[in-house]
């Protein structure tokens, strides 16, 4: 399994002209798999040789806006570079809860329709993992507002035995979410590897002793 990553943007508040806002895509597999989605990234990606198109997964660390502000913008830029296809997968998008209110609200109110699926898959944060003055409970934002043709995507809890939450499992890998200790909830995320045996021709080692 190939991996490669590209830095997009690696400044920290706010976008500069020289540096981008949080972004690294992670290539595999013909897949694009984006971390972070600050402000620009859409810019930064259209000077690399990635194509955002090849787009299928996004992950959001946290909810501080150079790290997610270009998320929207991406997605009505990704919908006019396609196609109506009702057979294509959606994109999933991986994030702290408040995540698909806030993706929601903003297409919403921009009367942007996306002509692919996305879903958002929210991280259930724990208490511990900010300062208890900066702790904001989100799990009941919009529950009787947001219609049935929101985004779909399932609300994710802490796995105590694992200590982590599992986004992502297939026959090559698993990828995983564990808590970060930030000023508000914030997430790291770890792509391992299951184990690949390999194939010894035991007739060949026999003849060569």
């Given at each position: 399994m190939?991996?490669d990553?590209?830095?997009?943007?690696?400044?920290?508040?706010?976008?500069?002209?020289?540096r981008?806002?949080?972004?690294?895509?992670?290539?595999?597999?013909g897949?694009?798999?984006?971390?972070?989605?600050?402000e620009?990234?859409?810019?930064?990606l259209?000077?690399?040789?990635?194509?955002?198109?090849?787009?299928?997964?996004?992950?959001?660390?946290?909810?501080?806006?150079?790290?997610?502000?270009?998320?929207?913008?991406?997605?009505?830029?990704?919908?006019?570079?396609?196609?109506p296809?009702?057979?294509?997968?959606?994109?999933?998008?991986?994030?702290?809860?408040?995540?698909?209110?806030?993706?929601?609200?903003?297409?919403?109110?921009?009367?942007?329709?996306?002509?692919?699926?996305?879903?958002?898959?929210?991280?259930?944060?724990?208490?511990?993992?900010?300062?208890?003055?900066?702790?904001?409970?989100?799990?009941?934002?919009?529950?009787?507002?947001?219609?049935?043709?929101?985004?779909?995507?399932?609300?994710?809890h802490?796995?105590?035995?694992?200590?982590?939450?599992?986004?992502?499992?297939?026959?090559?890998?698993?990828?995983?979410?564990?808590?970060?200790?930030?000023?508000?909830?914030?997430?790291?995320?770890?792509?391992?590897?299951?184990?690949?045996?390999?194939?010894?021709?035991?007739?060949?080692?026999?003849?060569l002793?």
């Open positions: 190939s991996l990553i590209t830095f997009l943007g690696t400044g920290s508040a706010y976008p500069s002209p020289a981008g806002a949080s972004a690294l895509v992670l290539r595999r597999e897949q694009c798999w984006l971390f972070d989605c600050g620009g990234t859409q810019t930064q259209m000077r690399s040789h990635l194509r955002a198109a090849r787009i299928t997964k996004i992950f959001i660390t946290h909810l501080h806006g150079d790290h997610f502000f270009g998320l929207p913008g991406l997605l009505c830029t990704l919908s006019l570079q396609s196609n296809d009702p057979n294509k997968p959606p994109v999933d998008i991986y994030g702290p809860l408040g995540l698909r209110s806030f993706l929601w609200r903003s297409l919403e109110l921009s009367h942007s329709q996306l002509l692919f699926p996305y879903t958002v898959h929210e991280l259930v944060p724990t208490r511990d993992q900010c300062p208890a003055e900066e702790f904001k409970d989100f799990s009941g934002l919009d529950r009787d507002e947001v219609p049935p043709q929101g985004p779909p995507g399932r609300v994710l802490l796995d105590l035995g694992e200590d982590s939450y599992l986004l992502v499992e297939d026959e090559q890998l698993v990828v995983r979410a564990f808590r970060l200790f930030h000023r508000i909830p914030s997430f790291g995320f770890v792509l391992e590897e299951k184990p690949r045996p390999g194939r010894l021709n035991v007739l060949k080692l026999k003849d002793g």
